[in-house]
């Protein structure tokens, strides 16, 4: 019999040979009912926590609205938020956003953007219709969808965290995986549970250049032991999403498999081995009854490039006068603990197409920083080899006491590379700004990073931070370079306050 993994809701899956046996063992698979009002109630859940926050939304914004002006407050501009949050509500359900499984950040915010607009839309046009245009505040219109802007991204984040605490957020999935790769998907949806795929079995296939049964002298096609495993799991628990990870499967055997897994499972996610290309933008073709997945690469588009470009130096001048304050305060901390000597400090690193340029940082190092780390790095094996490893060092003795304190832990060190933003060698966003001497360890993805210009934050600084190997934060940056959008710059920016505000990894 093929091996199975069963997980259960407070603990690693544990392994078993039968769903039966895992069962009497004390599983904590639910039945079909259950699983059927879990995800109800997920739905139900997030709705009811949307309508709330519209509520909550409209009612601040006809506070300040009676604040700002007394008494032109009308009987109609509070009674419309039935029709308007009624509306907005159905729209998010339109996109999919009830519950939303398998929709990463950025799509989700595309998603929840869209819904948002499309009821600013429909306000207007009922306003319009009504003839009621005078009697609706546009000042109070203007707040609650700035508010709904803002608030429905956190509010829904909030939301899903709350169910996943309490075991209700998410639904089961099984994964039918040969080995390795398929531990890495139960894994990799275990750290991702923003995604809402629950892994409650893994199937191990073996697979040679043939697809061998995982049963030798087995009957019939490959493979069917297993599936017809995981159809019982499917009718018992309603079980109705399966991963197919099989990367070194020939393709006319996965075909019959995603087919013959089609009539236990109403959805089937096939991995393929891809490794390297884009994801997030890609594109199913029908090529006359051939699949063809068509790759874009949004960075090359001039236009997006253009918009991009326009975007990121409107928000540097406008945030840059907010800071402003704060830029002056940390540049006199910086002024007092050099005693007079330089506030900033400047290193050459790599832009667009390799073009070196000046970034410019908050001083947070001793004067002769290098000659320090050329002695430390020949005396000390153990630090050599952890900057070998991260390019960073935990206990450096080269930052000073304000940098080590407070500029690096925050990263507000980076503040003055909003003047390398508005010259035109930086983005808000993007790859790290890499240093000449790391060219070389780039490797094979460094003409896909250095297309773009280097940025201020990025997924690496949002992400695993100083946690990171070397190389991965160059594949992390090189799946940025991939899956570029508007909605994923949003996202990282968010995340760049949160990081900054409690100081996640850095040193």
Known sequence: M???????????PVATTSPALARRRGGTLPGRRTEAWRQRLVSLTLIFSDVVLALLVWEVACLVEILWAPGYL????????????????????????????????????????????ATLAFAAVFALAFHIGDTISRFLLTLVFLGLLVLSPLARRFVKGWMM????????????????????????????????????????????????AVQEGDEGMPGEGVLAEAGELSREHRVETVFL?????????????????????????????LAGVTNSAVVARDIAGTL??????????????RAKRTLEVAATLCGGLVILPLFLLLAGLVWLESRGGSVFYKDKRMGR?????????????????????????????EAREEYARYHKLR???????????????TSLDELPQLWNVLRGEMSLVGPRPYLPRESAEIGTTRGEILRVYPGITGPWQVGGRNGTYFGERVQIDAHYVRNWSIWLDLVILAQTVRCVLFRGGAY
């Open 74 to 117: 009308s009987g109609i501009a509070v009674a419309s938020i039935v029709p308007i949050a009624l509306v907005w509500v159905g729209l998010r359900a339109t996109q999919g956003l009830y519950p939303g499984y398998g929709l990463d950040q950025a799509e989700e915010l595309r998603r929840q953007t869209y819904a948002l607009l």
């Open 292 to 305: 063809g997945v068509e790759v874009q690469h949004n960075l090359l588009n001039p236009t997006v490039r």
């Open 245 to 273: 990870v099989m990367p070194h499967v020939p393709r006319e055997y996965l075909a019959v498999l995603a087919n013959l897994a089609s009539v236990h499972f109403r959805s089937v996610v096939i991995i393929p081995d």
């Open 2 to 12: 093929p091996t199975s993994t069963f997980a259960t809701e407070s603990s690693h």
């Open 353 to 381: 197409d390799g073009e070196l340029f000046s970034c410019i940082k908050f001083r947070t190092m001793v004067p002769d920083a290098e000659a320090v780390l050329a002695r430390l790095l020949k005396e000390d094996p």
């Open 165 to 212: 605490k309490h075991g209700v957020w998410g639904k089961p999935v099984v994964i039918l995986g040969s080995g390795e790769p398929g531990l890495r998907v139960e894994k990799l949806l275990g750290k991702e549970w923003a995604l809402g795929y629950r892994p409650v079995a893994v199937f191990g296939v073996k697979s040679d250049s043939r697809l061998a």
């Open 395 to 409: 206990d450096d003795p080269r930052v000073t006491r304000i940098g080590r304190g407070v500029l690096r832990k």
